[in-house]
């Protein structure tokens, strides 16, 4: 039988160990310790782990934190919602047990590569009872697997069903297969009102200097600058990044990570945080002043050096992360849809959730883009 345990640190187990339950994982033990020696207030990180004598089985990283039920909320709803919330501070907001993390692009559970789907099946039966379990004695009345990809998914429904989770739709990821060669094959595959506006936009190369780096103790004021500028302007808001965050990414994987900046006139207008493991490049977060990096087109140049960084690196596919689908549908992505399953332990509790739940769905651009 396994031994589950939750560890309150990654230093408390083996890197080897953590790894190799989540081969090919891009975000792995050193994304994830930098993420939780950061300090990201508000946010406990903890890892439910399942073992069998010293090795470990299963893992997945999880958190718990006071969750506001308007998070994933806009507009309208975003609206009626801050009104209520100061009439009554404390009614939206719960406790909440969370598997997988807030900086992650995708939940991930790992499995030891020498169980069989079997033994995965009945393990992840185990490992919910035991989470819902560690919730209780956190007095965590919500419960929660955050971005579950729908691969995922599709292997393992039969075992959320069996514990009662409830779904909604979670932020889709989004990707981009560099099987070209060069930009001028990737911009003529897209449609001709696409083609003709990048072309467009590329002209503003000219007026930019872009740096790559590994180290930004000296400009690290700045880019939380636009880090703010950047997070004002959206609605959607969960974790709030910290300088320790982006030193932290930086530090822990000097070999798979780096910060591209943007300048015009000297002036640092844009930051893009980026890690990869030699296949895939990940767009961690891009932050830019608001005014003059449209200006300049900074979101999308910034895309098209992405792109050139993986064709000149033999990266072959481009993850761009969460939110603006959009322009990444135009500009040829495709998306992995993701679920967020829930648990609330009161069962009343649980069907107003569900009801409720088209109405915290996490995006609406997946079900326009469908």
């Not at 039988?1 to 792995?28: A, T």
């Amino acid at each position: 039988m396994p031994e589950f345990r939750v560890i309150n640190s990654l230093h408390d187990i083996e890197k080897q160990q953590w790894d190799v339950c989540f081969p090919g994982e891009v975000e792995n033990y050193d994304y994830l310790l930098a993420i939780e020696e950061s300090a990201l207030a508000g946010f406990s990180f903890r890892y439910l782990t399942a073992w069998q004598g010293s090795t470990l089985q299963s893992g997945t990283p999880m958190f718990v934190t006071d969750y506001s039920l308007d998070t994933t909320l806009q507009g309208v709803g975003r609206k009626l919602t801050s009104r209520i919330k100061n009439a009554f501070p404390k009614l939206l907001t719960t406790k909440l047990a969370c598997l997988g993390s807030p900086c992650t692009e995708q939940g991930a559970i790992g499995f030891h590569p020498r169980l069989n789907e079997q033994e995965k099946n009945d393990l992840l039966v185990e490992m919910f009872a035991y989470f819902e379990t560690y919730a209780a004695a956190q007095a965590c009345p919500l419960l929660a697997a955050k971005d579950i990809p729908e691969p995922f998914q599709h292997r393992f429904s039969k075992q959320f069903q069996a514990a009662r989770f409830s779904t909604c739709p979670g932020m889709p990821t989004a990707w981009l297969d560099i099987d070209f060669t060069s930009i001028d094959e990737y911009l003529g595959r897209l449609s001709f009102s696409a083609r003709k506006d990048m072309r467009r936009k590329l002209r503003s190369f000219h007026r930019l200097h872009i740096e790559y780096k590994i180290d930004i103790k000296g400009v690290l004021p700045e880019i939380m600058t636009l880090y703010y500028d950047t997070r004002n302007r959206s609605e959607w808001q969960f974790e709030e990044l910290t300088p320790g965050y982006f030193q932290g990414v930086l530090a822990h994987m000097p070999e798979r990570s780096f910060c591209t900046l943007y300048y015009a006139e000297d002036q640092l207008l844009a930051a893009n945080l980026l890690i990869h493991d030699g296949r895939t490049l990940i767009d961690k977060f891009f932050c830019m002043n608001g005014e003059r990096g449209r200006q300049h087109n900074l979101y999308f140049l910034s895309w098209f050096t992405n792109i050139g960084y993986c064709l000149e690196r033999g990266l072959t596919r481009y993850q761009s992360g969460q939110a603006y689908y959009e322009n990444k549908l135009r500009l040829g992505s495709r998306l992995t849809r993701n679920t967020i399953y829930f648990k609330h332990r009161n069962f009343f509790a649980q069907g107003l959730l569900r009801f409720a739940a088209p109405l915290l769905s996490a995006d609406d651009t997946l079900k326009k883009s469908a």
